[in-house]
């Protein structure tokens, strides 16, 4: 499974929704706080960028040489229809600093020196050290996991749905008859799918690859193999 860093570098890296947490902007509106981009510099610092009249510039810029602590907030939400769609959040904590100059006009850059992070998502939850998030690489598929996961739940949902016969035990196939079966969830090492029986009961299992893929010519033939398991 991924570690707690690179399922944290993952989230900050990926598309879903961030809000910056600046002590003193309690009346800001969430969009306010909300960067356009986010990215993960060479030491491991996270840049946000803002527009230029953000409450969160502004407190960035009046800090001058005083330490202005912010904590980027990330909730992770299945880009498919299902029950519980938060699949996790992350929080980065760290010292905010606006490097002027950087940006295009009307743009700043922040820059977030991380201080500490932790990770609540479907693998459980995990504490990160600044190092650890550095030295972090987000998973290979995070840039194109929404649209994968939409065009399996749309042009394979026979085959996902398919995918129960592999279920063990601890699924109760007694009942059998699935509902519903949607692919929640996509990484390297596996695909997890969202069952829901004809009795409502609701629980996600796991379907690990052979080996954990690279790019997108290894994700389809580890999806083949799959989905062949479960033909036969």
């Known amino acids: 499974m991924p570690s707690a860093a690179e399922r944290t570098r993952t989230l900050v890296q990926s598309t879903s929704s961030a809000v910056l947490l600046v002590p003193g902007l309690g009346g800001a509106r969430p969009e306010q706080l909300t960067p356009s981009e986010r990215s993960v510099g060479p030491d491991g610092e996270v840049f946000l960028l803002f527009p230029a009249d ?20 990330i909730t992770d939400v299945a880009p498919v229809s299902v029950p519980n769609r938060i699949r996790g959040r992350a929080w980065v904590t760290g010292w905010l ?28 939850t995990g504490s990160v050290e600044p190092e650890d998030f550095a030295s972090a690489t987000a998973d ?22 398919e995918l129960g016969c592999l279920v063990g035990q601890g699924a109760d196939p007694a ?52 989905f062949d398991a479960a033909a036969y």
Request: glycine fraction near 8%; proline fraction near 4%.
């Open 54 to 73: 953000s409450p969160a510039v502004r407190a960035a810029t009046h800090a001058q040489d005083d330490e202005l602590t912010a904590v980027l907030e």
């Open 97 to 124: 600093t606006a490097m002027r100059g950087i940006a295009a006009p009307g743009r700043v850059l922040l820059r977030l020196e991380v201080g500490e992070a932790c990770v609540d998502d479907l693998w459980g």
């Open 140 to 161: 290979p598929l995070v840039a194109h996991e929404a649209d994968l996961l939409q065009h399996l739940h749309t042009a394979h949902s026979d085959q996902v749905r």
């Open 175 to 226: 009942e059998g008859d699935w509902q519903s079966a949607v692919p929640v969830a996509l990484d390297r090492f596996g695909l997890r799918v969202r069952f829901q029986s004809t009795g409502g009961r609701i629980f996600d299992a796991r379907f690990d690859f052979r080996e954990p893929v690279t790019d997108i010519i290894g994700l389809r033939r580890a999806m083949h193999q799959l």
